[in-house]
């Protein structure tokens, strides 16, 4: 008899996945002018997994123990909200205007 895991255990193969995806992810944001729209869809996948962090943590937790995520949130909002800043994107025309 083989053991038999969980349907919902999910180890490793999604925890490698999600850091592989992370690292790449941060990656992508460190080189400069290049792959702008691969970096709106980092950033949205950085908020979709805030989001999902801080309703894990308040679901199973305290709400004090999601103050981390706030602050990832805040952060990662504000250095969205530079980026856009810098690349003024104008999606219709494919054209990049960076604003230095």
Partial sequence: ???HRPSWDTRPTSSIFSGVAKLSGIIVLL???RLIRLKEWVFAGLFFDIIFAFFSKLAVLTPAAAIDAVVAFVM????YLLFRKIYNTDWTSGSLKPIL
Wanted: aromatic share 0%.
């Fill in 31 to 33: 080189i400069p002018d």
């Fill in 1 to 3: 008899m083989g053991h």
């Fill in 76 to 79: 990662v909002g504000v250095t």
